[in-house]
């Protein structure tokens, strides 16, 4: 029998988890046996991320040769993520205001989730002012920013290292062959992480359906609807814009990423497909230190998903409560948000901590959050996948736009690809 590609059976794991959580709906024995099959595949993902971001940036940094070439390549992307995130979140605001996902809701009729994990982490956040926030970012510990998985000061040391390896010319060599030599061990051991990914998928998606089932998301369906529908706009809109503006094949570029986008959007995390990512944006034209640089870095900066999934749960919160935001007061939650959403990627609980954090600086009820934390899996399916796609088309862009991309390489992929399929 011919091998079943790994799309195929992490789709074939999607839906087989769907089917025995409708099957077995509130079964005690599904989160009993299949949430240990989830949680172990993301703890193996979790596993190799920290290590392949560090190693990857300290590659990229110490390739690129001067801290010149790195302030000009860092400029451009920061400014791109920031136009980029801060669009994500205006287009969120508008979807809110337009379609109302939260007006007219029994709130008596919606399933609740705990929260109080996550109130904990806010708190925590909540004591830091921005400018510890900033502070923090230089690590004390690096070995404990990586134990914690505190990716910011994990990005920090690795740029501080690699301008430090490039400094040292020759003499730094070997450090740097050695960190090559690292980072293609981590690339080639999530291809044995993979494996179990169809596994995983069935275990994470199993659970959530089998603990909320269809009856229950009902009463959410709209603002599941109103995130869709703006991700979606987003994506064909601004991302369309942006690749016919820097000449990219929007839909070449899509097929290109369209197994990783599957495998993010099953299992519900960016970080399953970031490797492949990085592998393939090399292969399609981009030089491996602006992909080194870019991706990581856009990992916690560049979170568009997110951000939509950010205004819109914030402004359902308040509808929900009959909250009438004001213009000024929505203004003020773009800019809240705009900062908040920085580093999501390297908070224990991501989005729904983040969520909080905004709610309680904008003055909204804390406890709206137990409303969406039943959904929060069904909704960041589509706000890591949007993530994801917009990192990877970050790259292309601040590749084209340092002039460093290579057409041959590009065309010579391509012509594979096309003849492959």
Not at 71 to 94: D, P, Q, W
Request: charged letters at 15%.
């Amino acid at each position: 029998m011919k091998k079943i590609a790994l799309p195929i059976q992490i789709l074939l794991g999607l839906i087989s988890g769907i089917i025995v959580g409708l099957v077995f709906y509130k079964h005690p024995g599904v989160e009993t046996y299949l949430k240990p099959i989830g949680d172990i595949f993301m703890h193996l993902i979790k596993m190799v991320v920290v290590p392949i971001i560090f190693s990857s940036i300290v590659v990229g940094i110490a390739g690129l040769g001067s801290a010149k070439k790195l302030g000009k390549l860092g400029f451009r992307t920061i400014l791109y993520f920031e136009v980029a995130t801060t669009i994500a979140i205006v287009i969120g605001i508008l979807f809110a205001n337009i379609f109302q996902p939260g007006a007219g809701i029994d709130m008596n009729a919606l399933s609740q989730g705990d929260i109080s994990n996550y109130m904990a982490s806010e708190q925590e956040m909540e004591k830091e002012s921005h400018l510890e926030f900033f502070t923090n970012i230089v690590p004390t510990n690096i070995v404990d920013s990586m134990a914690k998985g505190d990716l910011l000061p994990v990005i920090f040391f690795a740029i501080l290292l690699g301008l430090s390896i490039a400094a040292m010319g020759e003499k730094g060599q070997p450090l740097l062959n050695f960190f090559k030599t690292f980072s293609g061990a981590m690339f080639h051991m999530v291809t044995f992480v993979l494996k179990v990914a169809p596994f995983g998928v069935f275990g994470l998606i199993g659970v959530t359906i089998s603990k909320f089932g269809v009856a229950s998301l009902i009463p959410l369906g709209k603002l599941i609807v109103t995130a869709y529908g703006a991700y979606l706009v987003f994506f064909i809109v601004c991302f369309g814009l942006v690749a016919k503006l820097f000449k990219i094949n929007f839909i070449e570029f899509i097929k290109l990423l369209k197994d990783e986008l599957l495998l993010v959007f099953s299992t519900s995390s960016a970080e399953s497909a970031l490797p492949q990512v990085m592998s393939k944006l090399e292969k399609y034209g981009c030089p491996k230190p602006v992909v080194s640089f870019v991706v990581p870095i856009g990992y916690s900066f560049n979170t568009d998903g997110s951000c939509i999934y950010l205004a819109i749960s914030s402004l359902f919160i308040a509808q929900l409560y009959g909250i009438d935001m004001s213009l000024s007061a929505q203004i003020t939650l773009v800019l809240i948000l705009a900062v908040t959403s920085k580093g999501i990627s390297g908070v224990t609980g991501g989005a729904l901590v983040v969520l909080l954090s905004s709610l309680a600086a904008a003055g909204l009820p804390l406890e709206g959050l137990a409303f969406i934390a039943g959904i929060d899996f069904l909704l960041n399916m589509g706000r890591a996948a949007l993530n994801v796609f917009g990192n990877a088309l970050a790259t292309v862009v601040i590749t084209k736009w340092e002039g460093q991309f290579d057409h041959k390489k590009n065309k010579a992929y391509v012509i594979r690809n096309d003849t492959a399929v």
